[in-house]
């Protein structure tokens, strides 16, 4: 296969795949018929197009390639046929209006996400499920995006699909009426996706940018089709601010640059003002939501010129208000780490030590470095250390380790 056309095939899988993925699965109503033609035509996709050429639509020419392939299948599978059969005739009598005024949505894959985020399944699967079909990633990227076994994370995504089968759950979007009590799980989704591209579990790069994008472009369609809630604006401007500081988060080499020592003329202007933008809308007209708390944080970081004049006093009063919406010890943490930098080290590393009973922090490498960082500020070297080392046995991606490195080996010069 010539370079061109390995590029070609490589881009729409990575561009198209969800829209191929959910134009299938409305098509014929069956998700692992879906993936396994799509498949298939992307292998044919890799046989005819260095010998062809590209085609002019390349998405066009497999979703055409896969639909004979799934009409192939269930040609000589009579039974199967059958059984999706029955299952479509289900998915029309529950469905049989239109979700929306014009009756389509501006991208089909937003039906899958509803699918994929449908509350009868467990939470965890809704997001593994969604990163698989959706955010594009294989099953061991998912596996290793929960930190599980890929045999341990490929019987889960089977028992989702296994779910929405036996459950009948069709492939549409809800009702304008039910939107909004499935609206949240959505959301939830959509944001474990950006936070896997901000923050790689796992893997060489610290960010998986392209996940970051597609995020942000599925809330905007969300938010297109939801323009009064205001969560989703909050989400959408959460993601848009903190994405803006993307280029800045890495040195030439892919090392973590700090918040502290990023150059904030880098970033990006444009993305902070509408960011900033829409955290009006989110808290304007009622009760604040999570997401519209945390990108009104966001954006007092984006706003201020330095770490010294960040107004934080106004970020701890919106982490408390974060932590009475979410009561959370990640949120905790973060609002020890903003009282550190209010009231000095020493109230920072007490309000943290008072979460060290937390279970759900034993492993989560983020306490255990704020720790490392406050108690090195305060001379405490060994405490320093051990804290460092903690975080290093939990940490995932390699440049979060090369960093828990270079910290232990800047607290530590002299040690051999």
């Known amino acids: 296969m010539d370079e061109q056309a390995g590029t070609s095939v490589e881009s729409v899988f990575r561009e198209e795949r969800g829209r191929l993925l959910a134009s299938l699965v409305r098509r014929f109503g069956d998700l692992d018929l879906a993936e396994e033609v799509t498949s298939d035509a992307i292998e044919a996709a890799l ?26 299948r269930l040609r000589r599978d009579q039974a199967y046929a059958a059984r999706l059969a029955v299952l ?169 640059v700090l918040l502290e020592d990023q150059d904030r003329e880098c970033w990006d202007r444009s993305m902070i003002e509408e960011g900033s933008d829409l955290v009006v809308v989110a808290l304007t007209g009622g009760a604040p939501g999570p997401y519209g708390v945390q990108a009104a944080i966001a954006a007092l970081h984006d706003e ?9 006093p106004q970020i701890c009063a919106l982490y408390g208000v974060l932590l009475t919406l979410t009561p959370s010890p990640v949120v905790a943490v973060n609002r020890a780490v903003a009282v550190a930098m209010r009231d000095g080290a020493a109230v920072g590393l007490a309000a943290l030590d008072a979460l060290s009973e937390e279970p759900k922090l034993a492993d989560y490498h983020p306490y255990h470095l704020a720790r490392g960082e406050l108690l090195a500020r305060l001379g405490r070297t060994d405490a320093a250390v051990s804290a460092y080392q903690r975080a290093l046995n939990v940490v995932g991606s390699e440049p979060e380790r090369a960093f828990l490195e270079r910290r232990l080996a800047e607290t530590t010069p002299d040690r051999e």
């Open 47 to 72: 046989v005819h197009w260095p010998v062809d050429g590209v085609p002019a639509k390349p998405g066009a020419w497999l979703l055409t390639t896969a639909r004979r392939k799934a009409v192939d």
């Open 88 to 256: 479509q005739v289900d998915v029309d009598r529950a469905d049989p209006a239109p979700p929306h005024a014009d009756g389509e949505l501006p991208d089909e894959r937003l039906q899958l996400f509803f699918t994929c985020s449908h509350p009868a399944l467990a939470e965890d699967d809704r997001i593994a499920l969604t990163l698989r079909c959706l955010g594009g990633l294989t099953t061991p990227e998912v596996a290793r995006a929960f930190l599980v076994p890929p045999a341990t994370m490929a019987q889960r995504i089977v028992r989702a699909k296994k779910k929405i089968r036996q459950a009948r759950i069709p492939f549409r979007t809800p009702s304008i009426d039910e939107l909004p009590e499935r609206l949240p799980g959505v959301l939830q989704v959509i944001y474990s996706v950006f936070t896997e591209g901000y923050a790689a579990s796992s893997g060489p790069d610290l960010q998986r940018v392209d996940l970051a994008v597609e995020a942000i472009r599925l809330a905007r369609i969300l938010r297109g089709l939801l323009p009064d809630q205001r969560e989703i604006s909050g989400l959408l401007a959460l993601m848009l601010l903190v994405h803006a500081r993307r280029d800045t988060r890495t040195d030439s080499s892919g090392g973590i």
């Open 304 to 312: 201020a010129t330095d770490v010294e004049s960040t107004d934080w």
